[in-house]
């Protein structure tokens, strides 16, 4: 069956302090995300191990590639420092079959920059959502070596072909004006700010949108089920404001547990949303409402 939301970034493996892996990723969190939702879901990514319950229904291309991006994260008192121990190939627009390239919402979900820029203009009848976080890594060789970051600019002309983009003020390391900078370009732009909520620009016009309340276990890949709820939802109604306040509720419930494991279906949404709307803080109500 033809998937209806094709996710292309890498699943990476993520290093343990005890020197174990596990599978991580924007592809795991939003792939699952859309696939939970409803979507009919294809992925393309380097060659990966995944969780033992992950559902077959998610379409899986693994391209030839030696190893997944492999990650650690050493904590010291002056910050994070990620350490990048293995690289992979990127995603060229032939590796994608050609039956998943008509899906009507593409993600672009780079890690490591694996999706080149050009595939932003590969699927023009598509809704194009983009996590832009890869593209702004960059690293030495030989690994391992740190992740250094890189700021993210683009031309005009991309942006203008983008139809909604998902970012963290930390994937900009706290650089407003290029946050903002996007959105002179690109219709929708989010900036998340994990529980104090998000900045939306329709039209390069902001809008705040407060978080839902949540009892908080494991943040990780909060990011990416927003992203991938907004994108689903967005395709869906077209309503960009309503679409943002259904991922924010999705991401919200999304870290009541640890991993994916919180990650919620669409009845639980559904039954949970209207309740929820009752204590929703909105920065803007009337236009969030």
């Known amino acids: 069956m033809n998937p209806d939301y094709l996710m292309l970034g890498h699943f990476t493996r993520d290093v343990l302090p005890d020197r174990t892996t596990i599978p991580g990723g924007t592809s795991l969190y939003a792939a699952l995300t859309a696939y939970r939702l409803g979507r009919r879901v294809a992925v393309v990514s380097a060659p990966a191990e995944l969780p033992p319950d992950w559902p077959a229904a998610i379409q899986l291309l693994f391209h030839a590639s030696p190893t997944p991006p492999t990650f650690e994260n050493i904590y010291t008192p002056e910050g994070r420092t990620q350490i990048l121990h293995t690289a ?3 995603i ?5 079959p050609e039956a998943w390239r008509g899906a009507p919402v593409v993600h672009l979900g780079p890690i490591l920059g694996e ?4 595939l932003v203009a ?3 009848r598509a809704l194009l959502g983009v996590t832009p976080q890869g593209w702004m890594r960059r690293w030495d060789e030989p690994l391992p070596g740190p992740v250094i970051y890189e700021p993210w600019r683009p031309a005009p002309a991309l942006l203008a072909q983008i139809d909604a983009l998902v970012l963290s003020i930390e994937d900009v390391r706290g650089d407003e004006a290029l946050a903002a900078s996007y959105a002179q370009h690109c219709r929708l732009v989010v900036v998340t700010r994990g529980a104090s909520g998000a900045t939306l620009f329709v039209d390069a016009a902001p809008h705040q949108l407060g978080a839902f309340a949540a009892t908080e276990h494991d943040p990780t890949g909060a ?3 927003f992203a991938a709820a907004l994108f689903a939802r967005l395709h869906e109604t077209g309503d960009a404001l309503a679409a943002a306040q ?3 509720y999705v991401a919200a419930l999304s870290v009541e547990g640890v991993g994916v494991s919180a990650i919620p279906d669409r009845a639980a949404i559904e039954a ?3 309740a929820a709307k009752q204590a929703y803080a909105l920065g803007d109500p009337e236009s969030l409402a």
């Open 92 to 96: 060229t627009f032939d590796a994608i």
């Open 115 to 118: 999706t080149p820029q050009e």
């Open 246 to 248: 259904y991922a924010a």
């Open 223 to 225: 990011g990416d089920v």
């Open 88 to 90: 992979s190939q990127p």
């Open 272 to 274: 949970g949303l209207a």
């Open 122 to 124: 590969a699927f023009p």
